[in-house]
RNA sequence: CGCGGGGUAGAGCAGUGGUAGCUCGUCGGGCUCAUAACCCGGAGGUCGUAAGUUCAAAUCUUGCCCCCGCUACCA
C-alpha cells in the first residue's frame, strides 16, 4: 500500500492575556476546514493550534487579577479549548509555550544556536519608562517624548541583551524567496522585502532582564527569551523536535510532507523574515507555503479588539444561529487573504442565501418529492436519456473539479463558491425538468425517475464537498438522503449511480430562515452594544 | 516622506488588450415540489482623474486625487 501522504497546517499561538474574541475564531475555522478537507482528500495531517502565554503583559494581568502568572494561563488556555471544542475545531494537539516540552525546547535551540554562534550578547537600547518599567520604540512614543501608556516623559537607556544574527542569513533568505515563489501567496513579501530587508534588517533582540514571566536561558538566567524565538518554536516543539521523541518531528517535517502555516497580517514580518531564518540557523527545511490571511473588521472598517468594544465572542452566534452558518460565513464571505468584514446584512443575507434557499431548500424539495412520487425510496438510476440530465451530470464534474481546484491552493473561499454553485445546478434543474409536470404522464414516468436520481446525487455530492465547512449539517443532509456510508466517502464522490433503493428519512428543516429585522437588531446589539440603524 | 494594496451598476466584488460581468437589492414575469423559497427577463456603470501608447484599454505607460494597511522587535 501506497504511504499516505502528510500534511502539517499550523495557525499562530494566540497571545493569553485575555480571552478570545470572533477575530480568533476567524482563523480557526479557515485552517480547520483546510485540514478537514485534506484529511478527506487521504491525507494524514497534523493540525495544530495553541497559546502563547509568556511575556510582561501577561504577568502584569495576572497582577491585576490577583492570581499569579501559571493560574491566569492556565484559565485562559482552557478557555480557548473549551471555545474551539465549541467550534468543532479538528486541531490535533493544543500546544503551549509554557509546556515543558516547548520551555526544554527553546532552551536547547538557545544553546545549540548559542553555541554556533548565530546568539551573542549585546546591548538593545530603548526608550525606557522607568515608573512602568517597560521600553518603547520611537514610534510608539507620545508627543515629546513621553510613555504612550502613563504619559510621562521616557529616557533612553541601555540594556543588556541577546541578539540573535539575522544579518548572516538574509543573502541565503533573499535566494530561497527567489527560487520559492509560492513561499507568501498573494504579493505579501514585496512589502516584507521593501520595508524591512532593503533598508537593512537589524539583528534580533531575543531576552530581556526587565521581566521574568519567560524562559530563562540557561547560560544567563536573569534574562527570559523574549517574544518571537520562545513564540515561532511551537510549530517544532508540538513536533517533538529535539526531544526524546520526536517521531512526528520525522513524519510532519520531512521534506516530503506538505507544510502550510497561517498567521494574520500583523505578524507578517516574524512568519516571513525571522522564522525562516531561525530555520536556516536549524538546518532545517522552510514550509511550504506562509499564509498570510486578512483580519475580520467591523461594518465600519475598525479592527476587531477588546479594547473597541466591538468584539463578540463566537458563542452567541452559535448559539442563535447553529455552529455551521457562523464557519460558513467566514469562510464564504470573507475572501481569504484579504479583510473581511462581520456586519449583520451580510451575516444574515449570506446564511438566507445560500444556506436557507439553494442548500437547505433544495434539500427539502428534493425529499418532498421523493416521498410525493416514489414513498421515500430512491428510484433506481439508469443511463441518462434527457439532454438536461446529461448536461447537469457533466456540470457537477466541472464544479467539483474547480472546487479541488480551489481548495488544494488553499483558496476556500473559492471552493465554498463553486460548491454552492453546484448545489444550485439542483435547483435550476428542477424548475427546467418541472418533475410535477412529468408525475401527470406514464409516457414521462422515465424521465421523471432520471431527474429525482440527479437530484440525489447533487446533494450527495455536494453535502461531501461542503462538509469541511458544514461540519454538522452537511453530514445531517447525508443522513436525511440515508446515503449509505461508503457512498459519503470522498473516495466515491466520482460513482454515479449506486443511490438506488435507498429509503430516505426526510426530517428537519437544514437552516431556519433569518428575519432580517429581528436579527439585525439582534446582531447589531452583539457588535456594537447598541442597535445598529436598520439597513 | 517611503513601501504595499485598492478606487468597476444602490451595496459587495470578478475581470491584465478585442462588443462591461457576478452576487445581493430593485422592477416585471413564470412555476407550485420547496423554508413568501425556486426559475426567467428588464432597468441600472462615460470601469477615481488627466494625458499617452495602440486599429483596439477597466486591462499597458506617466502624472495627479482619494481610501486602507505597514514602517522594526509591539499577538
Same mark, same amino acid.
Given at each position: 500500500?501506497?504511504?499516505?501522504?502528510?500534511?502539517?497546517?499550523?495557525?499562530?499561538?494566540?497571545?493569553?492575556?485575555?480571552?478570545?474574541?470572533?477575530?480568533?475564531?476567524?482563523?480557526?475555522?479557515?485552517?480547520?476546514?483546510?485540514?478537514?478537507?485534506?484529511?478527506?482528500?487521504?491525507?494524514?495531517?497534523?493540525?495544530?493550534?495553541?497559546?502563547?502565554?509568556?511575556?510582561?503583559?501577561?504577568?502584569?494581568?495576572?497582577?491585576?487579577?490577583?492570581?499569579?502568572?501559571?493560574?491566569?494561563?492556565?484559565?485562559?488556555?482552557?478557555?480557548?479549548?473549551?471555545?474551539?471544542?465549541?467550534?468543532?475545531?479538528?486541531?490535533?494537539?493544543?500546544?503551549?509555550?509554557?509546556?515543558?516540552?516547548?520551555?526544554?525546547?527553546?532552551?536547547?535551540?538557545?544553546?545549540?544556536?548559542?553555541?554556533?554562534?548565530?546568539?551573542?550578547?549585546?546591548?538593545?537600547?530603548?526608550?525606557?519608562?522607568?515608573?512602568?518599567?517597560?521600553?518603547?520604540?520611537?514610534?510608539?512614543?507620545?508627543?515629546?517624548?513621553?510613555?504612550?501608556?502613563?504619559?510621562?516623559?521616557?529616557?533612553?537607556?541601555?540594556?543588556?541583551?541577546?541578539?540573535?544574527?539575522?544579518?548572516?542569513?538574509?543573502?541565503?533568505?533573499?535566494?530561497?524567496?527567489?527560487?520559492?515563489?509560492?513561499?507568501?501567496?498573494?504579493?505579501?513579501?514585496?512589502?516584507?522585502?521593501?520595508?524591512?530587508?532593503?533598508?537593512?534588517?537589524?539583528?534580533?533582540?531575543?531576552?530581556?532582564?526587565?521581566?521574568?514571566?519567560?524562559?530563562?536561558?540557561?547560560?544567563?538566567?536573569?534574562?527570559?527569551?523574549?517574544?518571537?524565538?520562545?513564540?515561532?518554536?511551537?510549530?517544532?516543539?508540538?513536533?517533538?523536535?529535539?526531544?526524546?521523541?520526536?517521531?512526528?518531528?520525522?513524519?510532519?517535517?520531512?521534506?516530503?510532507?506538505?507544510?502550510?502555516?497561517?498567521?494574520?497580517?500583523?505578524?507578517?514580518?516574524?512568519?516571513?523574515?525571522?522564522?525562516?531564518?531561525?530555520?536556516?540557523?536549524?538546518?532545517?527545511?522552510?514550509?511550504?507555503?506562509?499564509?498570510?490571511?486578512?483580519?475580520?473588521?467591523?461594518?465600519?472598517?475598525?479592527?476587531?479588539?477588546?479594547?473597541?468594544?466591538?468584539?463578540?465572542?463566537?458563542?452567541?452566534?452559535?448559539?442563535?444561529?447553529?455552529?455551521?452558518?457562523?464557519?460558513?460565513?467566514?469562510?464564504?464571505?470573507?475572501?481569504?487573504?484579504?479583510?473581511?468584514?462581520?456586519?449583520?446584512?451580510?451575516?444574515?443575507?449570506?446564511?438566507?442565501?445560500?444556506?436557507?434557499?439553494?442548500?437547505?431548500?433544495?434539500?427539502?424539495?428534493?425529499?418532498?418529492?421523493?416521498?410525493?412520487?416514489?414513498?421515500?425510496?430512491?428510484?433506481?438510476?439508469?443511463?441518462?436519456? %434527457?439532454?438536461? $440530465?446529461? !448536461?447537469?451530470? =457533466?456540470?457537477?464534474?466541472?464544479?467539483?473539479? /474547480?472546487? #479541488?481546484?480551489?481548495?488544494? &491552493?488553499?483558496?476556500?473561499?473559492?471552493?465554498?463558491?463553486?460548491?454552492?454553485?453546484?448545489?444550485?445546478?439542483?435547483?435550476?434543474?428542477?424548475?427546467?425538468?418541472?418533475?410535477?409536470?412529468?408525475?401527470?404522464?406514464?409516457?414521462?414516468?422515465?424521465?421523471?425517475?432520471?431527474?429525482?436520481?440527479?437530484?440525489?446525487?447533487?446533494?450527495?455530492?455536494?453535502?461531501?464537498?461542503?462538509?469541511?465547512?458544514?461540519?454538522?449539517?452537511?453530514?445531517?443532509?447525508?443522513?436525511?438522503?440515508?446515503?449509505?456510508?461508503?457512498?459519503?466517502?470522498?473516495?466515491?464522490?466520482?460513482?454515479?449511480?449506486?443511490?438506488? %433503493?435507498?429509503? $430516505?428519512? !426526510?426530517?428537519? =428543516?437544514?437552516?431556519?430562515?433569518?428575519?432580517? /429585522?429581528? #436579527?439585525?437588531?439582534?446582531? &447589531?446589539?452583539?457588535?456594537?452594544?447598541?442597535?445598529?440603524?436598520?439597513?
Amino acid at each position: 500500500m501506497e504511504k499516505k501522504k502528510t500534511f502539517y497546517i499550523s495557525t499562530p499561538i494566540y497571545y493569553a492575556s485575555a480571552n478570545l474574541h470572533i477575530g480568533h475564531s476567524y482563523c480557526e475555522i479557515i485552517t480547520d476546514s483546510i485540514a478537514r478537507y485534506k484529511r478527506e482528500r487521504g491525507y494524514d495531517v497534523f493540525f495544530l493550534t495553541g497559546a502563547d502565554e509568556h511575556g510582561e503583559k501577561i504577568a502584569k494581568n495576572a497582577e491585576l487579577a490577583g492570581k499569579s502568572p501559571q493560574t491566569f494561563v492556565d484559565e485562559i488556555a482552557n478557555n480557548f479549548k473549551s471555545t474551539w471544542g465549541k467550534l468543532k475545531i479538528s486541531n490535533d494537539d493544543f500546544i503551549r509555550t509554557t509546556d515543558p516540552r516547548h520551555v526544554a525546547l527553546v532552551k536547547k535551540v538557545f544553546t545549540k544556536l548559542y553555541n554556533q554562534g548565530d546568539i551573542y550578547k549585546g546591548k538593545y537600547q530603548g526608550w525606557y519608562c522607568t515608573p512602568d518599567e517597560s521600553f518603547w520604540t520611537e514610534s510608539q512614543l507620545g508627543p515629546n517624548h513621553t510613555c504612550p501608556e502613563c504619559g510621562r516623559p521616557v529616557q533612553l537607556k541601555d540594556e543588556e541583551a541577546y541578539f540573535l544574527n539575522v544579518k548572516k542569513y538574509i543573502p541565503q533568505l533573499l535566494k530561497f524567496y527567489d527560487e520559492h515563489p509560492g513561499f507568501v501567496p498573494g504579493g505579501k513579501l514585496n512589502e516584507m522585502i521593501n520595508t524591512f530587508i532593503k533598508p537593512g534588517l537589524e539583528d534580533l533582540c531575543i531576552t530581556r532582564t526587565t521581566f521574568d514571566w519567560g524562559i530563562p536561558i540557561d547560560q544567563d538566567p536573569k534574562h527570559v527569551v523574549y517574544v518571537w524565538i520562545d513564540a515561532l518554536l511551537n510549530y517544532l516543539s508540538a513536533l517533538g523536535f529535539l526531544s526524546d521523541d520526536d517521531s512526528k518531528f520525522k513524519k510532519y517535517w520531512s521534506k516530503d510532507t506538505e507544510i502550510v502555516q497561517f498567521a494574520g497580517r500583523e505578524i507578517n514580518r516574524f512568519h516571513t523574515i525571522y522564522w525562516p531564518i531561525l530555520l536556516f540557523a536549524l538546518n532545517l527545511r522552510i514550509p511550504d507555503t506562509i499564509f498570510i490571511h486578512g483580519l475580520l473588521l467591523t461594518r465600519s472598517g475598525v479592527k476587531l479588539s477588546k479594547s473597541l468594544g466591538n468584539a463578540p465572542s463566537p458563542l452567541p452566534l452559535i448559539d442563535r444561529y447553529s455552529l455551521d452558518a457562523l464557519r460558513y460565513y467566514m469562510v464564504r464571505e470573507v475572501p481569504i487573504g484579504d479583510d473581511g468584514s462581520f456586519t449583520p446584512k451580510q451575516f444574515i443575507e449570506r446564511i438566507n442565501n445560500d444556506l436557507v434557499n439553494n442548500y437547505g431548500n433544495l434539500l427539502n424539495r428534493s425529499l418532498s418529492m421523493i416521498k410525493k412520487y416514489y414513498d421515500g425510496v430512491v428510484p433506481v438510476y439508469v443511463e441518462p436519456k %434527457g439532454e438536461l $440530465t446529461r !448536461k447537469i451530470y =457533466q456540470d457537477i464534474n466541472l464544479y467539483l473539479k /474547480e472546487y #479541488e481546484l480551489q481548495m488544494d &491552493a488553499y483558496n476556500i473561499t473559492k471552493g465554498a463558491d463553486a460548491a454552492m454553485k453546484l448545489i444550485n445546478l439542483g435547483n435550476k434543474y428542477i424548475e427546467d425538468q418541472a418533475p410535477w409536470t412529468l408525475a401527470k404522464s406514464e409516457n414521462t414516468k422515465a424521465e421523471l425517475a432520471e431527474t429525482i436520481y440527479a437530484l440525489c446525487e447533487v446533494l450527495r455530492i455536494g453535502s461531501i464537498i461542503l462538509r469541511p465547512f458544514l461540519v454538522e449539517k452537511a453530514p445531517e443532509a447525508l443522513k436525511q438522503l440515508n446515503v449509505p456510508p461508503e457512498l459519503t466517502k470522498y473516495d466515491s464522490i466520482r460513482e454515479i449511480g449506486k443511490l438506488g %433503493g435507498v429509503i $430516505t428519512n !426526510k426530517g428537519e =428543516q437544514l437552516f431556519p430562515r433569518l428575519d432580517r /429585522e429581528v #436579527e439585525t437588531k439582534f446582531l &447589531a446589539e452583539l457588535i456594537d452594544g447598541r442597535p445598529g440603524e436598520k439597513e
